[in-house]
Structures are given as structure tokens and as C-alpha cells.
């Protein structure tokens, strides 16, 4: 329409072009009815559909796949537009793209959920034009779908063999030296490169005329709990997640590894009160329990009774256990307020305390401050980081084990706690 707008307005200033301007409008109007000829002469000219998975994995890039079958015989632009779920707030979203004739593409784009929850997708819509540009033609497909978002999975499955190999450090995991010899005797076998040359077993070498080893494993069958803070301290965001999500996500992964280094796995979380309770065993549908029990799980703003959890752990945890805490401190005030409670839980149970350094703060510490007001900011910042510092070496002074950490790292960091309590047998 512009363009014949523009034409009208150069005949009036050009008289002697009015005639070429005619020609080239009525070529216009023939390439547009072309246009027109090629794209709406099969009914069907494209084809699209949309592979979800089975469920979204929080806080991880899910690739989403869009099928595209060309029917027309010639090279087609496409321009699809996917009618996300309404938690992304995406309102431009499109791929541009470009399909030879008779041919079929796949086309994958990622999502990154942050909220666990039901994600529903509405129609699929695939904008189709020719090489002349001047038409696109609208398919549109029924696709609407919902796909569940479960706690990170695909941590769970990424850490999975870091318990069983020697290649820790490819996980940004620390190797962690076993001290003594407290394992289980299980079996000889064969001796491969990377095993532990003290373990070798001479008696059976000799009689195989090959080196045969010791094999040990972990004294199995101890309890591991991971106990979820959902008060209000654990609402804070972090990379568009809250806090409690990058706790929901290690627990899945440490229970997972918990349960394939022989120990039962479970959980629960509290605020005011104590609830989505799974006790600790290793039956064969204890993952498919806590993830389920994990999924419903979130923060509140109420404030977190330690008392209540004291009371509950000592009524329902008869056998010595470990429990991974997840919560968070900010002052030395915060923390003694609910000393005696996690001194007394310490008494009879192995306590990890785990909180997170504020990242934010952190960030600031590291700034060029030039102003005033900016060196007040950073002051305040040290004395915040300063104090983390010392919630750390008060409760260790009562003998509870503590990790301090970065959201993004509290996984790594949980599976190093862990690795190096059995390692060393304090459970």
C-alpha cells in the first residue's frame, strides 16, 4: 500500500513518468496476485507440530521441538510463532527460518522455566511466504498442552555417576582422600588403572598370575535427610530462582546419590510447622516419592519455628542420622536465636547447617567506590559478609558442620559435604 501511495505521489510532481508508473503497478498487482496463485493453491501446503518433553526440569534449559513439513515444491520462509505458557511473559517470540520444498525440519528452541508448576501451551502458528515477499499465508495448529515443572532433574541425572567414577573434577568436585580403612570388605576383582594400589590382594594375585584387589564399599544403609527451610528467609532470588528452589534441586540430587551409594534418602521441610515428611528408606520408589513430594513444595512468610523442628526430629528420628539443613542466616542475632535448638538436634544427629553468601553484596565488595554514599554501601557490605563469616565459626565452635556457599554452587558443594563425611566415617 505504501508503495502505491508513493507512485500516486510521483505522478503529481513527474507527469511524463505517469505511464511507467502504471506498468510497473499493474506488475505489481500481477506478482502479488502470483503471490497469492502459489501459496493458496494447496490446501495444506504446511504442516507443524510440537514435541514436549514429559516434564520440565526447574531452573535448566528444556529444548522444546517444532516439526515443519513443506508440501509446496518450492523453498518456503517460514516465520512460527509458539504460544509459550504465560510464566515466561513472552509476548515477541519467533523463529525465522527457511524450508526447502517436499522437505521436512525440525526446529528447537530452549525454555528455562523458574516456577514449578503446571505450564500450559496454547496454538502453534507458522507464518508461510514464497521468495517474492509480497503474501504470507497463516497455518495455524491446535497444540494446546501442559507440561508439568519438576525440581531439576537433569542435575539429578548429571551428578548421578560423579559418586561412582574417579573424574570428579571434570564436576567442579573435590577428591576427597578416604582416611583409614573403615569400609565393608565386598569382593576381589581384577585389578583396573585408578584403583587403590594398598588394597591389592597379594594371596589371589599370585594364584591368578594377574593382580586381583580388595574391593570395599561404604558402610551402607545410614539415614540422609535433607531438611528444607520454607519460612520467609528462603523467599530471597537469585538468577530468577528463590532460594528454596536451588535447595529443592540439591535435594533431589543428594537423595538420588544417597540411595546409589547404598544409604536411605529422605526429607522434609518446615516453617511454622513441620510437613511434607518422607522417611528415610532405599525401597525402589523412593526417588519417584520425593520428587513427587518436592514438586509441591514452596516458601511462605511465616516465620521458621527451629523449636517445632527440634521437637519433631527427636519424636520421629529414632537412629542416628545426617541432616542436610538448608536455611539461611543473614545476622549473629538470627543465628542465636536458634542456637539451642540446633544444638540440641547436634547432640543426637549429624547437623550440616547450609546458607548462602549474598551474592549481591559480594558483587559490591569488588566495586571502585568514589563517593561518599558509595563508601557506605560497601561498608555496610563487609560488615554483612563479615558476619557470615562468623555464623560460620560460632557454630562450628559447637561442633555443627556448616556450609557457607553461593546458590549456583550448593549442589557441588552439598555432594563434597557429603562425599567427605562418609569418607571420613563420622556417620
Known amino acids: 500500500m505504501g508503495v502505491i501511495v508513493v507512485a500516486f505521489v510521483m505522478a503529481f510532481f513527474f507527469e511524463r513518468w505517469i505511464d511507467y508508473i502504471k506498468i510497473a503497478l499493474f506488475v505489481l498487482l500481477g506478482l502479488f496476485v502470483l503471490d497469492i496463485l502459489l501459496l493458496y493453491r494447496i490446501k495444506n501446503g504446511i504442516q507443524a507440530s510440537r514435541n514436549l518433553p514429559d516434564k520440565l526440569s526447574n531452573g535448566d534449559a528444556n529444548p522444546v521441538e ?120 565386598e569382593q576381589i576383582k581384577d585389578y583396573v588403572l585408578g584403583d587403590d594400589v594398598r588394597n591389592i590382594n597379594w594371596k589371589a594375585s599370585a594364584k591368578r598370575n594377574q593382580l586381583m584387589i580388595n574391593q570395599f564399599q561404604d558402610e551402607k544403609s545410614q539415614p540422609v535427610y535433607s531438611v528444607i527451610d520454607k519460612g520467609r528467609v528462603m523467599k530471597m532470588p537469585f538468577d530468577e530462582l528463590k532460594l528454596v528452589d536451588y535447595a529443592i534441586n540439591a535435594t533431589l540430587v543428594i537423595s538420588n546419590i544417597a540411595l546409589k551409594k547404598g544409604d536411605k534418602a529422605g526429607m522434609f521441610s518446615f516453617s511454622n510447622k513441620v510437613d511434607n515428611q518422607v522417611m528415610a528408606q532405599k525401597r525402589a520408589s523412593q526417588m519417584n516419592l520425593i520428587l513427587e513430594t518436592l514438586y509441591n513444595l514452596d516458601t511462605d512468610f511465616k516465620e521458621s519455628d527451629f523449636a517445632r523442628l527440634y521437637v519433631d526430629i527427636k519424636r520421629k528420628l529414632t537412629q542416628r542420622s545426617l541432616l542436610l539443613l538448608y536455611t539461611n542466616f543473614e545476622t549473629m542475632d538470627a543465628l542465636h536465636r536458634q542456637l539451642p535448638y540446633l544444638q540440641a538436634i547436634a547432640k543426637n544427629h549429624l547437623l550440616v547447617v547450609i546458607f ?48 557457607l556457599t553461593e546458590p549456583q554452587h550448593l549442589t557441588v558443594n552439598t555432594i563434597n559435604k557429603y562425599l567427605e563425611i562418609k569418607a571420613r566415617g563420622l556417620l
Open 66 to 185: 517444532i516439526l515443519v513439513s513443506n508440501r509446496y515444491n518450492a523453498s518456503t520462509k517460514l516465520r512460527i510463532i509458539d504460544e509459550l505458557p504465560v510464566q515466561f511473559q513472552e509476548r515477541q517470540f519467533e523463529i525465522v527460518r527457511e524450508i526447502e520444498g517436499g522437505q521436512s525440519r525440525f526446529f528447537v528452541y530452549k525454555i528455562r522455566p523458574t516456577e514449578r508448576g503446571e505450564y500450559h501451551y496454547g496454538g502453534l502458528h507458522v507464518f508461510a511466504g514464497t521468495a517474492l515477499g509480497l503474501v504470507e499465508r497463516k497455518f495455524s495448529f491446535s497444540q494446546d498442552a501442559m507440561v508439568p515443572n519438576y525440581p531439576s532433574f537433569l542435575q539429578m541425572r548429571k551428578y548421578e555417576l560423579m559418586a561412582f567414577t574417579n573424574r570428579l573434577k571434570d564436576y567442579g568436585l573435590k577428591k576427597i582422600r578416604r582416611i583409614g580403612h573403615t569400609m565393608e570388605f
Open 356 to 403: 548462602f553468601e549474598n551474592t549481591e553484596l559480594n558483587a559490591l565488595l569488588h566495586e571502585k567506590v568514589t563517593t561518599t554514599h558509595e563508601i557506605f554501601h560497601k561498608t555496610i557490605a563487609e560488615k554483612f559478609a563479615y558476619e557470615k563469616k562468623l555464623i560460620v565459626n560460632e557454630l562450628n565452635r559447637y561442633g555443627i558442620q556448616t556450609i
